[in-house]
């Protein structure tokens, strides 16, 4: 990462932070450029939809055209007059002489004077953030796939009580296997840095082939990947110049997509978001000065994509909620009785969730009485040390807090910690039998965890639940195959699927393991190049390192696979 992430505190930390992000960006290099709007400004008033919401357009923008990668010929620039976005995940993010002054000059150009932006410096063709509001907080994180180009982020303050973190990306054109790479870093990032009680979206070029890439998958982890898709005047949801590929796409997180509402321009209304194509749009005139061939244009090869959120303003409420306990730092024990509690003020009733990794969240209460200040909880037998709380108004989820800091959750009584994940799939099984496929999980902590009612999945259902006793001790593994025809005799830890089979493909498939709480622990996307040779598993490298990437097994040992051992062959 190329520059350490602000925790924002209460009170006036926006005050003076932006002068401190400029300096700290100006000195490394990057750019941030401000130019607050006037706070009557009728750009921002006009885009209010009543006393409570505020209308907000996120839009995903390669609209590059010639031959310079840069939006020098204007076909870009008069899109994005017409379509009129709050904040635009842009690539290719050139013009003329790439000056500081050459920059602002487009940003005025194309989107206003009172616009925001960052752009990442150094790169080829580089990914930024322009943004309606102001830009508290903005960075690149390296994206170690390509040398031309990294990831762009930027924090921004909407309107209302949460930010907006905004994340532009330009992924490789070339190899799915490579963008997934891409993705799984991503996400690591995202995890790492976006505090879970902010908005969250992922906008820009993907150049994904399809939507059922495994990189969409790997998104879905902190992002909503599902139908419906944005689409033109024509119902086409493809991107692509030739319309016949997704390419280009807004994700955002599930907070911010529950506010999501059809994008209007004009007198046109689309349902699930737009795909700007000029050469189909009509009544042109709706986003005048844009021109019937600009997204034809030489060299233009992507359309921009939009969609439109309704959110909570500033003005919308004057509730608040805080929670107490647990407030960071604690460390329980799974099965154990504690109880959650909070203050609150204009609330009806909470919401109250737990997350064991900052990003997937669990309910504890879907609705209970906010004068009452707490409620009892079990805490989960899982072990993490990455464990949060949440209280909303239940009314308006957009109205919590989380825990100041992470707490810890550990298993087996004794004091330590267990730590469960994948570590080798067997998808493509020698031979024809499929009971020989197979999912390895390790325990790497210090304490046996029970998994009781924990799952494996693939990306179409579950196919194995673990009955009520079944524990891996610390440093040990258990496996499931498809079937028990397919273990081997000796192999430790070996189950049958409870389902009959693992259905795994031989062209590549995301398993995911979840807790019995339906919490997802760990998940793994396999591209089809780690599937398609018999008998040959794929295994972390390291073996059994929970940040390991997943490679062949032939790659980490003389062994095409090893169930239930070390990928050397010998035991755990």
Known sequence: MKLDLFRRPAGSWRTWSFTLVCAALAACGGAVDSAEPDATSPEVATREDGLANVRLRLMAANLSSGTGQDYDPGHGIRIFQG???????????????????????FVNTAFGTGFSYYREAGAQIPNGIISRYPIIAAGEWDDTQVTNRDFSWARIDIPGPKDLWAVSVHLLTTSTSVRNTEATNLVKFINTNVPAGDFLVIGGDFNTGSRSEACLSTFSQVVSTASPYPADRNGNTNTNAGRSSPYDHVLVDSDLRAYQTSVVIGSSTFANGLVADTRVYSPLSDISPALSGDSGASGMQHMGVIKDFLIPGDGSTSSSVTVLSPNGGESWVGGSAHTITWTSSGISNVKVEYSLNGSTWSSVTTSTGASSGSVAWTVPA??????????????????????????????????????????????????????????ELVNTGTAAVDLSGWSVSDSASVRHTFASGTTVAAGKAVVVFGGAAGIPSGTPGAVAASTGTLGLSNSGDTVTLKNASGTAVDTATFASSLAGTDGVSANRSPDASVSGSFVLHTSVSSLSSSPGERASGLAF
């Not at 379509?83 to 002054?101: C, H, K, P, R």
């Not at 024809?432 to 496929?437: L, P, T």
């Open 83 to 105: 379509t009129d976005a709050d904040v635009v995940m842009i690539q290719e993010f050139n013009y003329l002489t790439d000056s500081a002054a050459d920059i602002r000059t």
């Open 382 to 439: 899982s072990a993490s040390s990455s464990v949060w709380v949440r209280v909303s108004d239940a009314s308006n989820t957009a109205v919590n807090d989380l825990s100041n800091g992470a707490f810890t959750i550990t298993t087996g009584g004794g004091g330590g910690t267990g730590q469960v994940f994948i570590n080798e799939v067997l998808l493509n099984e020698s031979g024809s039998d499929v009971n020989g496929e197979f999912v």
